[in-house]
Nanobody, 124 residues
Framework: QVQPVGSGGHLVQPGGSLRLSCAVS????????RAWFRQAPGKEREGIAC????????YYADSVKGRFTISRDNARNTVYLQMNSLKPEDTAGYYC?????????????????WGQGTQVTVSS
């Protein structure tokens, strides 16, 4: 069973930074696309960053472009989301996901495996 485990969420002040991690044990996901989604209360889940086989194949939502960076370490089966210049509107539950093909997608229905979510709160 492929089970991503997300971590790194925290309370942070506006303008601060956080790095989220999503690890998978027991399976090699080199050929899987990986992504981060987020969902705020009362809002739909939003795909914010996706990565294909390598760091050169990425997608970012306009809301995070230039502030967030997704990367992957295939040796560790781990994907990261570096979040800089955080804003209160970034407050949400952040979910990592994996799909069994390497093409990127920002549609949640395209993903096969989901982490349990990690909470990011941006507030002073």
């Amino acid at each position: 069973q492929v089970q991503p485990v997300g971590s790194g969420g925290h309370l942070v002040q506006p303008g601060g930074s956080l790095r989220l991690s999503c690890a998978v044990s027991g399976f090699t996901l080199d050929s899987y696309a990986r992504a981060w989604f987020r969902q705020a209360p009362g809002k739909e889940r939003e795909g914010i960053a996706c990565i294909g086989r390598s760091d050169g194949n990425t997608y970012y939502a306009d809301s995070v472009k230039g502030r967030f960076t997704i990367s992957r370490d295939n040796a560790r089966n781990t994907v990261y989301l570096q979040m800089n210049s955080l804003k209160p509107e970034d407050t949400a539950g952040y979910y990592c996901a994996a799909r069994r093909v390497y093409s990127v997608s920002y549609y949640s229905t395209d993903y096969d495996y989901w982490g349990q979510g990690t909470q990011v709160t941006v507030s002073s």
